[in-house]
């Protein structure tokens, strides 16, 4: 029976992400109609303290791939206040099985994703744990259908989870994701620019000025912190036919450097960027929420006009290995 099983889910990859993702959207997306108050709350702190950090069309897709795929388990660091765990437990709620396996190192953050995994009765869903998800062993680390990585946007972090986990999964239909990536020939614009001179950290007014200093700072502190590893240079281009504004590709962290090094290595239909597939599901409304984010998040397309980025990439775990060996036998 489990062969069975198996097999079955092993041929609904066979016909590549790019269309696995277009069944899935096909069979669930009238569903996602139900997940509308995540994005409408994603902001509101009282709910998600760190304020939901994942994109609508990259959750709905999240969503009905979930649905679609009915994978019995699935490894997320880090869920922050829990906003991308949501769109992933509300659907196994769905599929009445599966279970996450989820790593916050933020405290606040996690008490935050516990309060609403039990507020939306997802918690037979959830499994999280708190604590740097580097010093934590898991529980059978080679047996997860989705591998999924919002965490630390560091070449070392993502090797470390690459080599952890992903390189040890045992299962030939396991598929990966990246978040905070988009693909090299992306062109948007954030805090009015590149350039990024004296923009505002924080344009939203209804803020008050100590919260946005503290934040402010925090930020500095960040990128200081961060500044060696995680920080790649930007690549800046000029406005096209002199319509359009400067843009640049939406990277400016090394994991987003790694996962485009190997997206290169990869077939087409073994990966992904939700940023080239916008186009393909206007019954899911991506840019519904545009204006909504881009207040906090001020994210733009070449014409400054708010945009969100979909900034997820997918592929395949078999692909991903080879991909992982062929990158690091070049160097
Ligand atoms: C971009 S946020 C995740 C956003 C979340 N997926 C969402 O949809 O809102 C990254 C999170 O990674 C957590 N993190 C960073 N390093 C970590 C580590 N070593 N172990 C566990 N969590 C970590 C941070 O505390 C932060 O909450």
Known sequence: MYRLLKKESENKLIMGIRDTFKKAASEYAHETNELCFLPENRLNEKIFITQGQYDWLSGQL???????????????????????????????????????FSYELDLKA??????????????????LHIGDAQ????????DFNLYFLDSLHTNTFARWFIETHVLKASRSDALFHMHDILPRHARVRCHNGPPFEGTPLDPDPKISISKKV?????????IEKQMEDDRAPLCIYPPLLGKELPTYDGNCTTEAVLGNDLAALMKPEDSVFLYDVIDDY????????NSLFCRYYPRADDKNQPMEWNNSWWCSVTALKEAYKTLNNKK
């Open 62 to 100: 999240l969503y009905c791939l979930i649905r679609y795929l009915k994978p019995k388990r699935i490894l997320e660091i880090s869920p922050s206040s829990g906003y991308s765990t949501m769109f992933m437990a509300l659907a196994l709620k769905k599929n009445k099985g599966g279970l996450i």
């Open 110 to 127: 996690a008490k935050s994703a516990a309060t609403n995994f039990n507020n939306y009765q997802v918690n037979d869903f959830v499994k």
């Open 135 to 142: 010093q934590t062993s898991i529980v059978a680390p080679d």
């Open 214 to 222: 503290k934040r402010a700072i925090k930020k500095i502190l960040n």
């Open 282 to 289: 206007p019954n899911l409304e991506p840019l519904k929420y």
